[in-house]
């Protein structure tokens, strides 16, 4: 049974910092591409960042520079690094999976991703 779990949310000051992780229990994780998503109330999800089998990553245009996505294939987790926070920043993000082929790109739509966390509460205040 796949399971995601997130942790690491909470609120922050805008220019603060926050790292989430993601707990991961998946058969050959390292087959996933991974990725995080946020959903801010009255807003529809929206990806933030993902990260291929092979260490790739791609960014959002509003967190480029701001946020690191990285991964450990070891133990099974997907971080997320998140600097120079803003208020914008502020929703629910959530940590999602999806099975690749060998060298394929992370899919960018939402519903590719078969599995998904519960999520975490990240806000930022002016």
């Known amino acids: 049974q796949v399971q995601l779990v997130e942790s690491g949310g909470g609120s922050v000051q805008a220019g603060g910092s926050l790292r989430l992780s993601c707990a991961a229990s998946i058969r050959d994780y390292s087959r996933y591409c991974m990725g995080w998503f946020r959903q801010a109330p009255g807003k529809e999800r929206e990806g933030v960042a993902t990260i291929d089998r092979d260490g790739r990553a791609t960014y959002a245009d509003s967190v480029k520079g701001r946020f690191t996505i990285s991964r450990d294939n070891a133990q099974n987790t997907l971080s997320l690094q998140m600097d120079s926070l803003k208020p914008e920043d502020t929703a629910m993000y959530y940590c999602?999976?999806?099975?690749?082929?060998?060298?394929?790109?992370?899919?960018?739509?939402?519903?590719?991703?078969?599995?998904w966390g519960q999520g975490t509460q990240v806000t930022v205040s002016s």
């Open positions: 999602a999976a999806a099975y690749i082929r060998p060298g394929a790109q992370c899919p960018a739509r939402r519903d590719a991703y078969a599995f």
